[in-house]
């Protein structure tokens, strides 16, 4: 749990930092006393059916797709063959930036993918698989990789508040 003054406890096992997010002045972001609680950005992470997983390519072109995940844990995690573009892309760089979907209630979270082999985790995803899109996750392919994505930082806001409520927590 991290240790957190107030009310609310994330439930990443980790030292969180929160502020506001590092942008140019133009945006007109002022320090201020209250920022989006963490359990916002949490609360859509759990319940987000589609995740867009950016990496970058060998020539550092950045490569964005959707694929399915699970906020388990304090942590994101999903699956692609080794093949693919992303799997490759990973291979040779870790870092990792996803994004939910909506443009109006913003998370997109930053972090580097750690490849997954531990069978009581990746049981864990399979049966989170299963109820979630009704299929499971590892079983489905032979070159399946699954993938755990800690976060290092989170930015989220929505657009009807914004800037008001442009956050930024900072994870060690």
Known sequence: ???????????VATKLRVG???????????????????????????????????????????????VWGFWIDGALYFG???TSR???????????????????????LAGVAMEVNDKPT???IDDASQKKYKMPLTTIAGETVVYCVRPKMVLAWTEK?????ATRWEFD
């Open 1 to 11: 749990m991290v240790r957190n003054e107030g009310p609310e406890k994330p439930t």
């Open 20 to 66: 506001l997010p590092h942008v140019p002045s133009l945006y007109g972001l002022e320090p201020r006393k209250e920022y989006l609680p963490w359990s916002h950005a949490e609360e859509r992470l759990v319940r987000s059916r589609n995740y867009w997983i950016c990496t970058s390519r060998p020539d550092a072109r950045p490569h964005s797709i959707p």
């Open 80 to 82: 692609t063959a080794a």
């Open 86 to 108: 992303k799997g490759k892309n990973l291979a040779k760089n870790p870092a990792v930036s996803v994004h939910l979907e909506s443009g109006d209630d913003v998370v997109i």
């Open 122 to 124: 990746l049981k864990k």
């Open 161 to 165: 508040d914004f800037p008001k409520s």
